[in-house]
């Protein structure tokens, strides 16, 4: 069994940066894809960013958001920055090995205005 843990959220004003990262129990270079997901209140879970054999982003956060991973600490991260109020979610982390999923607990990220 995975366990990802997010960490890194909280409240942000507009205009600010935060730093997510996601730990997984296990080594990373197993995964086949990994990436970020949000969810604000109402709404569906969306994929903000994710790796697989290239790196893809939202349109919503292109050019404010990079995913990145370290194999050797066995985390990934999102840096986020220039945040507006419309990015407060829960931010979930999500890692993919074969056709199996697994998803972290989430982050609260809120910016405020």
């Known amino acids: 069994q995975v366990q990802l843990v997010e960490s890194g959220g909280g409240l942000a004003q507009a205009g600010g940066s935060l730093r997510l990262s996601c730990a997984a129990s296990?080594?990373?270079?197993?995964?086949?894809?990994m990436g970020w997901y949000r969810q604000a209140p109402g709404k569906q879970r969306e994929s903000v960013a994710a790796?697989?054999?290239?790196?893809n982003y939202a349109d919503s956060v292109k050019g404010r958001f990079t995913i990145s991973r370290d194999i050797a600490k066995n985390t990934m991260y999102l840096q986020m920055n220039s945040l507006k109020p419309e990015d407060t979610a829960v931010y979930y982390c999500?890692?993919?090995?074969?056709?199996?999923?697994?998803w972290g607990q989430g982050t609260q990220v809120t910016v405020s205005s």
């Open positions: 296990r080594s990373i270079f197993s995964f086949n894809a």
């Open positions: 999500n890692a993919e090995a074969g056709r199996v999923h697994y």
């Open positions: 790796i697989t054999s290239s790196i």
